[in-house]
């Protein structure tokens, strides 16, 4: 399963659940199954080559080895998963190094999803540079395979991220920006991606694979409208919105705004 090429639909999930959860990125076992079926049916139309669509998971949620993993293996669909490395063996909800290392011997990827979590555009340079650094020293410590990409903990990315990002060996940066075409920035490729939600049915995903003309504009159109609210009302407050809209007023969930 080769991941060398940059596919035209980059798609990304979190957590998977038997039944719907209030927490807005946690799909269920039946969304996934019938939204890789999709993929999978895309993909082989057109060779595996040159995807229609890829699949990431972010955070490392056990549930991406316990449900999700199966699911894939089933369809045939490889994936990226960006883990956040401090979280490794000092939360129950993350996979172990040994379920890491599993899904790297099932032909999958796990890059970097930052150290902590932390917002990278909120970090010190120094703050930053470990974020970047360890995290990507520890997956290949115990993984034993390059970790040069990161998708970036809520999407929040500048030009000082990139650099720094670049400086500690990373060489793609994946964002939550779907309508973002990969695009070079100081020596590293970024690369946008659309997020999965609880919300999202099989029938918009299929317009959206099929490049639907109305339906990409009303999302983009979305897009520049979250963007403009966050700038509007800061980042950090933005976010606390976002926290608050996204599993029922839990200030505590992270993801991507």
């Given at each position: 399963?080769?991941?060398?090429?940059?596919?035209?639909?980059?798609?990304?999930?979190?957590?998977?659940?038997p039944?719907?959860?209030?927490?807005?990125?946690?799909?269920?076992?039946t969304?996934?199954?019938?939204?890789?079926?999709?993929?999978?049916?895309?993909?082989?139309?057109v060779?595996?080559?040159?995807?229609?669509?890829?699949?990431?998971?972010?955070?490392?949620?056990?549930?991406?080895i316990?449900?999700?993993?199966?699911?894939?293996?089933?369809?045939?669909?490889?994936?990226?998963?960006?883990?956040?490395?401090?979280?490794?063996?000092?939360?129950?909800?993350?996979?172990?190094?040994?379920?890491?290392?599993?899904?790297?011997?099932?032909?999958?990827?796990?890059?970097?999803?930052?150290?902590?979590?932390?917002?990278?555009?909120?970090?010190?340079?120094?703050?930053?540079?470990?974020?970047?650094?360890?995290?990507?020293?520890?997956?290949?410590?115990?993984?034993?395979v390059?970790a040069?990409?990161?998708?970036?903990p809520?999407?929040?990315?500048?030009?000082?991220?990139?650099?720094?990002?670049?400086?500690?060996g990373?060489?793609?940066?994946?964002?939550?920006?779907?309508?973002?075409?990969?695009?070079?920035?100081?020596?590293?490729?970024?690369?946008?991606?659309?997020?999965?939600?609880?919300t999202?049915?099989?029938?918009?995903?299929?317009?959206?694979?099929?490049?639907?003309?109305?339906?990409?504009?009303?999302?983009?159109?979305k897009?520049?409208?979250?963007?403009?609210?966050?700038?509007?009302?800061?980042?950090?407050?933005?976010?606390?919105?976002?926290?608050?809209?996204?599993?029922?007023?839990?200030?505590?969930?992270?993801?991507?705004?």
């Open positions: 399963m080769n991941l060398d090429k940059v596919a035209a639909w980059t798609l990304t999930y979190h957590e998977v659940e039944e719907k959860s209030n927490y807005l990125y946690a799909v269920t076992r969304q996934l199954n019938e939204q890789l079926s999709l993929v999978a049916a895309r993909n082989q139309a060779g595996q080559g040159n995807p229609v669509a890829r699949v990431t998971f972010d955070d490392g949620h056990v549930s991406n316990q449900v999700a993993e199966p699911l894939l293996e089933r369809h045939g669909v490889p994936a990226i998963f960006f883990v956040t490395a401090g979280r490794v063996e000092e939360r129950p909800q993350t996979m172990t190094w040994a379920q890491l290392r599993a899904l790297v011997e099932a032909g999958h990827s796990v890059q970097s999803h930052g150290w902590s979590h932390k917002f990278l555009t909120h970090c010190s340079n120094s703050e930053l540079s470990d974020e970047l650094r360890r995290s990507k020293g520890e997956l290949e410590s115990h993984l034993g390059p040069e990409w990161i998708s970036a809520g999407g929040r990315w500048n030009g000082r991220v990139v650099r720094a990002a670049r400086a500690a990373y060489s793609r940066i994946y964002t939550s920006d779907f309508w973002r075409k990969p695009a070079e920035f100081d020596g590293i490729t970024i690369l946008g991606r659309l997020m999965i939600r609880n999202t049915t099989i029938s918009q995903l299929e317009h959206w694979l099929s490049t639907d003309v109305s339906s990409l504009r009303m999302l983009r159109a897009g520049h409208i979250k963007d403009a609210v966050r700038a509007l009302l800061g980042d950090r407050t933005y976010h606390r919105l976002w926290c608050w809209l996204a599993v029922e007023g839990n200030s505590g969930v992270e993801g991507d705004a």
